[in-house]
């Protein structure tokens, strides 16, 4: 018999309440208990994944730095009329700023509902796995939740703007 918790903390609790009431004749295990071994391949499973994220994360800010970095040299005019006009340094760092951090929004929009899509069709068909050592199949949903995806957003915005700060910081010292 298997049951879902939606308090991990519950369920040692659980536990020892059920061996209590189904007496020795049943066993009661946890499944990290059974399956030490999956608990194990999962954990490292995180462990790199987290691992390609930093990995993505390096890549995606290396590539606003160099999109940012290429506006800002084609741009020289356009920076030299704005400071000429009255704008201080102050208002141009801001404008690229901003700029960078729009690019994040809509790189992290564009991949919420990308990645929001994709995995709402998984959980509509299901993934079927069969572990090794079993023979029933197992169907999985997949799911995204709302802090996540808030998450990711905002994680998409921060890592713009900080690709984006030397970028704006060499247009804001630019010479009129």
Not at 48 to 60: A, E, N, T, Y
Request: hydrophobic share 50%; net charge positive; charged share 15%.
């Amino acid at each position: 018999i298997a049951f879902k918790s939606a308090d991990r903390d519950l369920l040692v609790e659980t536990q020892s309440s059920l061996q209590k009431d189904l007496g020795d004749g049943v066993i009661v295990e946890r499944w990290d208990q059974v399956a030490g071994f999956f608990s194990e391949v999962m954990g490292l499973q995180n462990a790199v994944f987290k691992v390609v994220l930093g990995i993505l994360f390096v890549i995606s800010s290396s590539a606003i730095v160099n999109t940012s970095m290429m506006t800002v040299s084609e741009r020289v005019r356009e920076i030299g009329t704005l400071m000429a006009i009255g704008y201080k340094r102050k208002h141009i760092l801001t404008i690229f700023l901003i700029e960078s951090t729009v690019i994040g929004l809509l790189g992290g929009l564009a991949g919420v509902i990308i990645g929001t899509t994709v995995v709402q069709i998984l959980k509509t068909v299901g993934l079927r796995f069969v572990f090794p050592g079993t023979h029933n199949a197992l169907t999985l949903s997949p799911f995204v939740s709302v802090p996540f995806v808030l998450l990711v957003l905002g994680l998409a915005c921060l890592s713009a703007l900080l690709a984006g700060l030397y970028p704006s910081y060499r247009a804001s010292r630019m010479s009129p």
